[in-house]
């Protein structure tokens, strides 16, 4: 069981979300359980670090772009930090990304499972967007059978970043899979450290990746970085029984 009272604090990776990261970090903060949203601005050309600081989050900056992963590791460390100064123990995490605007205000039902110790990490998935996009799900694909393979459990939506979970299982999962590998890497770590992992509806809507030239790259970049992911955690698998210190370092 979680520790009575325990807390949620929400960690928002950003590029160049300046449009829509004010109804997102208002809708965060209006959470129920949520006392405190780091919003990471990762090299936005944008200002949306400004805006976030507007709308009432803690801003961190990356100089350059360093990726998804990195901006949420960097929310966290710098979390952990004011969690140290003020003696707070560790919240546990709701990253959400920053396209959400008000529907990110329906993550609630994320946190339920984990505030009450039935579950490590929930993932919320999405309804049928309002506005198609352009995928054909090669990288969804590719995700979801290397996950099965890997663990045996098979998600509905393997690229889903909305996710309520645990410093445990935070910890599973350090240091992240890079770039957008970041989500089949913490679904497969935190179920090979036998912890539990729950996908729950949730009405959300972001910005879909369209099927213009920009749409595909960013697919690309995806399929690279989710194969990634897998491919390291085949080699820790395949290692970890005759190698098991080699295996820790990969
Ligand atoms: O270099 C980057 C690029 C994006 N982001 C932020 O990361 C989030 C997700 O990026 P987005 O462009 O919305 O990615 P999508 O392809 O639409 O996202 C889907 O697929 C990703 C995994 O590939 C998941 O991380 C997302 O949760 C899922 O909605 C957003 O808040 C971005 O601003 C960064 O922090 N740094
Ligand atoms: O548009 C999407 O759903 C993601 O970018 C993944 O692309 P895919 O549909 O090619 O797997």
Known sequence: MSAPGRTVAAIIPCKDEADRITATVEAVLALDGVDRVVVVDDGSSDGTAAVADAAGASVIVHARNAGKAAALETGVRHLRGLEAADGHAPRHL?????????????LHVLLPP??????DMTIATLPPQKVAGG??????RLAREGITGLTGWTPVQPLSGMRCLTAEAFEAASPLAPGWGVEVG???????????????????????SGTD?????????????VWRALTRRRLRQALSERAPGVAARL
């Open 94 to 106: 709701l990253f959400v990304d920053g396209d959400l605007e008000q529907s990110a205000g329906n």
């Open 186 to 208: 913490l679904t497969v770590d935190v179920l090979t450290a036998g912890l539990r992992v729950e996908e729950v509806p949730c009405e959300l809507q972001h910005r879909v």
């Open 135 to 140: 995928g054909r799900g090669f990288v969804v």
């Open 213 to 225: 030239w920009r749409g595909q790259v960013h697919r690309a970049a995806q399929y690279r970085d």
């Open 114 to 119: 984990v505030l009450e110790g039935r579950a």
